[in-house]
């Protein structure tokens, strides 16, 4: 899904630089911790670019959440602006309107709109521009929406009603992914601190009784021991993070 996530130039640069900082200290930390070697920050280096495609997809999964809630919300303020008598067209124009008083930071969502009322005003067919959207942000819902409009229009059936059932379907879908997350959001609280407590446990004992770990450090038997509990620990982090994510 390509043309979910396409921030401006300014903002790629922005993430890149502080997933890079971050990477970095990523890697200093480990390899001080499992290694007490300055060579093993090269070795470790691939993994800033790991920790950088960690973050995209967190910022890209966390951008898919946001414009589900917004589509969500979008269709159903489309419904109640066709229920006061617009036309689809005009429609567009108000819902917009509306959801940029419900989201006043912005969003892909607006975005699209502004785009969408740009070529409603050129006019390009409501159709035509759903398809778009739909080419361009290929979910569930955004799909069904636009096949279901597709079909309403061209049969003469009752659009607000369409739409309306659309946009119940959606938020039961929601509410239930909603509850789950609460259900979640312990086990996902105690995932993170299971991440950081092994590298918090040598930490402290690094610091506070260092000759327990000299023998770990600057040996083959050494450095392969480490090397397997690093292996463990970053599998155990992204088993973790896997588990207390889900799709519905």
């Known amino acids: 899904m390509k043309n979910f996530s396409v921030p401006e130039f300014w903002q790629k640069f922005k993430f890149k630089i502080t997933d890079g900082l ?3 200290f990523l890697v200093l930390i480990l ?3 499992f290694y007490d070697s300055g060579y093993a920050v090269l070795i470790l280096s691939p993994m800033i670019w790991f920790w950088h495609k960690e973050c995209v997809s967190d910022r890209k999964r966390k951008e898919i959440e946001q414009f589900q809630k917004m589509f969500r919300e979008w269709i159903l303020l489309l419904a109640s602006s066709l229920s ?4 689809v067209e005009n429609a567009l124009g108000q819902s917009y309107k509306e959801l940029l008083m419900m989201f006043p930071k912005g969003g892909i969502m607006l975005e699209e709109l502004r785009e969408m009322i740009t070529k409603a005003g050129n ?3 409501p159709e035509i521009l759903f398809d778009e959207l739909a080419e361009k942000y290929p979910l569930e819902e955004v799909v069904s929406f636009t096949e279901v409009f597709r079909t309403a229009r061209e049969s003469g059936g009752s659009l607000n009603m369409v ?8 938020a039961e879908v929601m509410d239930t992914k909603r509850e ?3 259900m979640l959001a312990a086990k ?3 995932q993170k ?7 918090g446990v040598i930490l402290y004992i690094r610091i506070c009784s260092g000759e327990f770990l000299e023998e770990l450090y600057h040996n083959a038997a050494g450095v392969l021991m480490m090397s397997i509990c690093l292996a463990i620990y970053v599998s155990a982090y992204l088993l973790g993070k896997r588990m207390v994510q889900f799709e519905l």
């Open 22 to 24: 971050q990477g970095v």
């Open 31 to 33: 390899a001080w911790l």
């Open 84 to 87: 006061a008598g617009y036309s």
């Open 123 to 125: 006019n390009q067919r």
């Open 163 to 170: 739409i309306r059932n659309t946009a119940s379907q959606m």
């Open 180 to 182: 789950i997350t609460t």
């Open 188 to 190: 996902v609280y105690e």
């Open 193 to 199: 601190i299971m991440t950081v407590m092994p590298a």
